[in-house]
């Protein structure tokens, strides 16, 4: 086995890998909902005329108004925020390129992804998810911890050839990944089997029951998932590498 090209390549897929975990973490883009729970109506006019017999007839004329702003949330580890746009507005497009206004409100939300109380603690509607918040916080620290950790081992390692650094580096590395992955596997079940757009809506749905809520997966999340196989294939080559090493000598 060549040392040489295998450390190069699972250097790149180990740096670009655990990048895409840091920058997932550190932005608030992993879960992007819009809904139209806002407080308008649509209004009628009403005008009185008369028929060829002289007897007054009363006419509802519906009156067409443009359609009411949407509320976008976006949300990561620290942030979950909320903000109004146009209604033709891109979901993902707004939170990134547009011009956000001043009336955007965030909140601290380090138990994202699962519902955080607004209020009331514990909050009755969400208790029940308290677990899965936990279970969410501990893998996405513990998943970047490791992976820092891996290419700390490795950046050591490298210059004196340690077979022993390689293959505890790629093992902090495969750790990482796998916790990322099931860190994924949770967020993806809360987001088809959870009732999001309660949450999303959280107090304001009793007010509007009928609103439409729209759910996206975030750029943060796209990322995650992208640095998975980098890095389980960075730890994989590394481990590899420090085996054959070992042979070696």
Known sequence: ???GPATLAGGIFGVVGTLCFFIA?????WLVSSDNCGPYTWPTQTRLTTDANGTEIEIVEAVTVSPPPLTLHHEGFFWRCVFQVEPSASAHLAILFTNQPESKVCIHGYLFPLPVAV???PHPSYDATAVFRGFWTVLIIFGLVAALTGGFLLVCGIPFFSHKLYKVGGAFLIAAALLFLFLLLLYVLWME????KRY??????ETCPDAQVSVLYGLSFMIATAGVPLVLVSG???MLVGRALRGSK
């Open 236 to 238: 994989m080559v590394f």
């Open 200 to 205: 999303v809506l959280q107090e304001r749905g």
């Open 193 to 196: 089997v959870m009732d999001v």
């Open 1 to 3: 086995m060549r040392v």
């Open 25 to 29: 973490f550190t932005t608030d883009y």
């Open 119 to 121: 209020g009331q603690v």
